[in-house]
């Protein structure tokens, strides 16, 4: 058990891979460790062009007014 509402239960177990069952409410977002990573490499990668664009954005209008 996880909190109150969360059961992780072994499903099988088939030489050295394990099968996890997860019983969670809807509101709670469950991923698997690689999808989670994926998701937060995309999250900083768009940060960082967000930032990069704002730069350049910057320094166009910087020398458009010189």
Known sequence: MLNDNIILSVIEINGDQVRIGIEAPPNVTIYREEIYDAIQ???KDA???TEDIHNILQKVTTQKNK
């Open 41 to 43: 490499r995309q999250n």
């Open 47 to 49: 940060v960082e062009f």
